[in-house]
């Protein structure tokens, strides 16, 4: 299965303006998250539980609707199906970087 067209391109806008940076996936995911505000993670990848881990926001992104979130809700963690959701959680999680006066995010992605 493939990206969402739409993630892929709110991706897209982002890192043109500015607001986020993409890297890959060979990155230490530990030192990256550390140093981010902000970890968005599609389904079955980790970032997002290493961000909980170092008490950093972060979401889980499936638009497949696949992933079922089992446990109780976290501060820290959110769950996204579709782009609106995926917006609205990464607003409202850069509104309180920008706060913290520190505006960037780092995105892990798959190729």
Do not use: W
Request: include cysteine; charge should be negative; glycine fraction near 4%.
């Amino acid at each position: 299965m493939g990206h969402d067209p739409e993630y892929i391109e709110l991706l897209g806008k982002l890192n043109a303006s500015g607001e986020l940076r993409q890297v890959g996936m060979d990155i230490n995911l530990y030192a990256l998250v550390s140093n981010s505000d902000v970890a968005i993670a599609i389904r079955n990848t980790s970032a997002a539980l290493v961000a909980t881990t170092l008490n950093k926001s972060s979401m889980c992104y499936d638009p497949s609707e696949v992933m079922v979130a089992n446990h109780e809700q976290e501060d820290l963690l959110f769950f996204a199906s579709n782009s609106e959701q995926l917006e609205s959680h990464l607003v409202d999680a850069l509104n309180l970087a920008i706060v913290a006066n520190s505006a960037t995010a780092d995105f892990i992605t798959q190729g």
